[in-house]
């Protein structure tokens, strides 16, 4: 509903896996989804989350009317948050009768399915006094994994080789600070790593989805003047992300001489490699050190988080006519969302360990738990049912937030009194005050930063809120209206102020104050031009103010320390080993694992609220002397946002240390701040002693976006026959990103990268836009629409790489012949490919609709008609949660053609 709306950008959506957090989120502007709100009936909704952001899975669809979209800043008219604009789905007022809907959707492929039904019924009763209506909404969505040809096997964006993306193999790879040996083939020695573990088919492209909705509202004129309201809201999403086996990631682990699986020449590696004296003080030593253990537990299974979001809403209000033309709303909501999420298919980590330590294939020397043995030297499959089960464990975190509300407003005219218009003055004053409150509860193994494997860090308890109190006025004033090149002249201006209470020991009370100034002109009628300025402004959200102190995982292609340059260069050498690098490592140490680095970072009680500074500057013609049913409107936007609560981006927290080699200090503190693998001195590894990157958020952000939006609608009758022309469309000019002051400018228009892209990486190119011809005749419609995406290429070719943290040898990525590493078989190889480019792409979509009957309307459509594939760029091109299978699948179509039909039957 929300992909033709000009401005908007990929959020979380159903395409987002690893990352997903069980939401559906927009994002306007490309400026975050914590950066606008979304409404319903012009009410803000219980978030879903700690950000503060609205899950899209719980409005009511079948009710929805229309979506107003209003961009530009709006903090004056909504209160914080509204920064880059407001997405305001309208429910239909007075519905009466019963509307049954059911939809089909298949891809072409035959997977994919997924299924709406939405059965909506409404009266009006007490003599047409009052409305009430009741709606049920049922949706299942099935995956669809990433098996396609493009996507089947990781493609290196570096080296265009089809092959095992993840460092963590099968069979186990063994890393020691001066080689990563693997277990050969057939399970007789190790041998230097030699096949890297594919993750791809385990991943989807399309989350599985149940969702299940109810929705009542009510309306009743309780007498003249005074009407009452109510609505109830329940959504109970359940929401699957699906990624590859866990593991042990990197963990330093220990094995006897005499483990039952360890045979007599891996054994003497080992000893070897850990300066051990072979004979009986290997054979029988208790603890062999293994530096850091990389193994797939591909027995196990992928790993699944199933999330269940249940939503709880409920409004009730009056509206009282305290004069003929002054009236009062006065309303007071309560929303509570409710998740748990349950993460299966976890390897518990020191189960591993303690399962290595045998001497038998049947009893461990702990056998707290029941613990069985492990076999970590054989292939897959070498893993039992036994084992397995011994190994793995569910973990289980619940979130609940908490949202009340109260507002009153007072809103009429003045009348008129200006001579030069005989238009009323109107205002509205209001007051409104908001609570939120948020509760987090991870469960043992969610908080153990070494539990779960590959769980990405520790998830830690933590709870948080704050309450907003605040007072608003605004006023449109008709200046001039019927006169001669002013047939209307309207100014308006608005103001709020906010006062906010957090609840935290330490935590700063803070004000804030937004205001705005506009001014419509009409010269004559069918041309308008419309201005507004508005100081915008965004508090910090729960999570930035409360979230504890984590190392989870963020994107690094490259870095300086990887291969032999730290041979060469005796200071970045240095730099290295202070970061935690072993001595033995340094010319051997390789680039994180899959692209993905750690990283620590948390909350900041000390934040404080973002100021923006939005500008809009537009014209609305309606020429229907000339040409009747046209209309164009074209507007141009600047936001600026200043002391934007930010973190560092991969490359700044590099770039600080690394940024002149030569200059480089292995004391200073951007250096000795970045943590490395104590085995291996990789940027990647367990998190309870790899901390990686260092990025605590600050107000040092900024910020910087502008560009045009153009719609334009046509329609006309020839008769019976009926045309309908609509075309929305957005040039973006910038989109400037700098963490802090001493921080690179980064404009991400027209480019990607795993830095590019403040919210999830997505892409924005510079031109996008939607173009729909409806045709139409007695009972049946052909409807045909045109998306339109520009062209964009790596960040690495932009004119300013240098200043942007590339150099020479790292700006590009692969431009060549794809290649199939050992043990994959990519339906690529052999082609030749520039993942330094992505071209335009044009995606059809067609929908033919009957009406049957006036009562009976069915609806075949066909989505990506022409079966675009999407662009091929490898799988480190950009963030995790923004590039997957080797394509970026929330901006390209990674499904291909499908089919839906449709079904409504209203009476």
Known sequence: MIRGLPGVSPGVGSQVNNGANGTNTVDLRGLGAQRNLVLLDGNRLVPSRADGVVDLNVIPLALIDRVDLLTGGASTTYGADAVSGVVNFITKRNFTGLDVRFANKILGTGDGYSFRGDITVGANFADDRGNAVLSFGYTKVDPVYQIQPFSIFGISSTTGRASGASFTSVPTTISFPTADLQVANGGGSLVPQYQGFNFNPYNIFQTPLIRKSIYAATHYDVADGVEFYA??????????????????????????????????????????????????????????????????????????????????????????????????????????????????????????????????????????????????????????????????????????????????????????????????????????????????????????????????????????????????????????????????????????????????????????????????????????????????????????????????????????????????????????????????????????????????????????????????????????????????????????????????????????????????????????????????????????????????????????????????????????????LNFRGTWTNHLQFSASPTSVSRDCVGYFSVNCGPSLGQILPELTWQQRTTLSAPGVSLSVLWRHLDSVQYEGQAPDYVARGFTAANRNLFSGVVTNAAGASSALAGQTVNFNRIPAYNYFDLTLQFEVAKEFVLTLGTQNLFNKQPPVVGGQAGSTAAGSGNTFPSTYDPLGRSFNAAVRVKF
Request: proline fraction near 6%; hydrophobic fraction near 35%.
């Open 231 to 724: 609505r109830g809201m329940f959504s109970q999403n359940t929401v699957q992300s699906i990624i590859a086996p866990s593991g042990v990631f990197g963990n330093a682990l220990t094995i006897p001489g005499n483990n039952p699986y360890l045979n007599s020449t891996i054994r003497d590696q080992l000893c070897t490699a850990n300066g051990i004296p072979l004979g009986a003080t290997c054979n029988t030593n208790p603890a062999i050190p293994l530096p850091g253990v990389y193994r797939r537990l591909v027995e196990i299974g992928p790993r699944v988080s199933t999330y269940q979001n249940n939503l709880y809403d409920a409004r009730i209000g009056t509206k009282i006519d305290i004069a003929k033309s002054t009236s009062l709303d006065i309303s007071a909501s309560y929303g509570r969302s409710e998740q748990t999420s349950t993460q299966s298919g976890y390897v518990i980590t020191q189960r591993v360990q303690q399962a290595l330590n045998a001497t038998n294939t049947t009893t461990c020397i702990d056998t707290t738990g029941n613990c069985v043995p492990v076999n970590l030297f054989g292939a897959a499959g070498s893993i039992t049912p036994a084992q397995v089960a011994f190994l793995q464990a569910q973990s289980t975190i619940r979130i609940n937030t908490e949202l009340y509300q109260a507002r009153a407003v007072l809103s009429g005219d003045f009348g008129s009194f200006l001579p030069t218009s005989d238009k009323a003055i109107s205002y509205a004053v209001g007051v409104e005050y908001r609570k939120y409150k948020y509760d987090r509860i991870p469960d043992a193994f969610a908080q153990d930063p070494s539990a779960l494997g590959g769980a990405g860090g520790a998830t830690l308890p933590f709870t948080g809120g704050y309450d907003v109190t605040e007072g608003f006025g605004e006023l449109i004033a008709p200046i001039v209206t019927d006169k001669p090149f002013f047939n209307d002249l309207t100014l308006e201006a608005g103001i709020r102020y906010s006062s906010y209470n957090v609840q935290a020991a330490g935590s700063p009370h803070f004000n804030t104050t937004t205001y705005k100034g506009g001014a419509t002109w009409e010269p004559v009628k069918g041309v308008r031009f419309r201005g507004n300025y508005q100081r915008a402004v965004r508090a910090p959200n729960i999570g930035e103010l409360f979230a504890p102190t984590v190392t989870g995982l963020t994107n690094v292609r490259t870095e300086p320390c990887v291969g032999t340059a730290p041979l060469s260069n005796a200071n970045l050498a240095a730099v290295c080993i202070a970061q935690g690098a072993p001595a033995a490592s340094i010319g051997l140490i390789q680039n994180p694992s899959a692209g993905q680095a750690n990283a620590t970072a948390g909350g900041n009680a000390l934040i404080k609220p973002e100021k923006a500074d939005t500008f809009t500057l537009g014209a609305v013609f309606t020429p229907s002397q000339f040409v009747p049913g046209l209309s164009i409107s074209v507007d141009y936007f600047d936001i600026k946002v200043n002391q934007a609560i930010t973190s560092a981006l991969p490359s700044d927290a590099l770039n600080a240390c690394f940024g002149n080699i030569t200059a480089a200090s292995a004391t200073s503190a951007a250096c000795t701040s970045i943590r490395r693998n104590p085995a291996n001195g990789r940027l990647s590894g367990p998190s309870a002693t790899t901390f990686g990157l260092q990025t605590p958020l600050t107000n040092n952000g900024r910020y910087a976006t502008d560009g045009i939006d153009l719609t334009a609608d046509y329609g006309h009758k020839f008769g019976e026959f009926g045309l309908d």
